[in-house]
């Protein structure tokens, strides 16, 4: 199976930051990549698919970028809505690996 | 709009069967998505559970693939999800969610279930 690893696990930062998070497949996952942010007691919520593809609605502060095995989240000018936990997931051969998340907290 | 709903016992005995229903409204279990479970112990990671698509056919996560099985009912426009031997570990809010195949990213997500295994 392919396993995902995110860094940082616990990111702080302020209000108008630039913040990137990162997600590393344990062999090429060709662009398979989707990116989603949480909320405590919520579901998570879809914010990149294809890598860089933005989800319908979603503020344009996000975008990722990455092919192969590295693939990033940056999230720019970071609002108070934005601190949430982020997660990557994979999808290959019939499977499916989310990464272990990332707390973006106030700092 | 598609929405999913999770719903199914709370509580479940350790050695029991854990049994959980997606229902779908807005929209059809049809060709073109997969239809997935995904958990999430508390305070932890989101874990991918498996899913099935509208055929039928299944995909399951290795580490849980002796214990789950995934299946359709078309009729009702719901998808359940069976796990068997359950202990504490498998107490968490298991979620159902749609996977377009086109993007293969999870684009509806249903509320989410709490499910604590305890005797």
């Known amino acids: 199976d392919i396993q995902m690893t995110q860094s940082p696990s616990t990111l702080s930062a302020s209000v108008g930051d630039r913040v990137t998070i990162t997600c590393r497949a344990s062999q090429s996952i060709s662009g398979w990549l989707a990116w989603y942010q949480q909320k405590p007691g919520k579901a998570p919520k879809l914010l990149i698919y294809?890598?860089?593809s933005l989800e319908r609605g979603v503020s344009s502060r996000f975008s990722g970028s990455g092919s192969g095995t590295e693939y990033t989240l940056t999230i720019t000018s970071l609002q108070p809505d934005d601190f949430a936990t982020y997660y990557c997931q994979q999808y290959n051969s019939y499977s499916r690996t989310f990464g272990q998340g990332t707390k973006v907290e106030i700092q | 709009q598609v929405q999913l709903q999770e719903s199914g016992p709370g509580l479940v005995k350790p050695s029991g069967t854990l049994s959980l229903i997606c229902s779908v409204s807005g929209g059809s279990i049809s060709s073109g998505n997969w239809f997935n479970w995904v958990r999430q112990p508390p305070g932890k990671g989101l874990e991918w559970i498996g899913e099935i698509d509208y055929s039928g056919s299944t995909n399951y996560n290795t580490s849980l693939k002796s214990r789950v099985t995934i299946s359709v009912d078309r009729s009702k426009n719901q998808f359940s999800l069976k796990l068997t031997a359950v202990t504490a570990a498998d107490t968490a809010i298991y979620f159902c969610a749609r996977a377009v195949s086109w993007i293969d990213a999870f684009d509806i997500w249903g509320l989410g279930t709490s499910v604590t295994v305890s005797s």
């Open positions: 294809k890598a860089s």
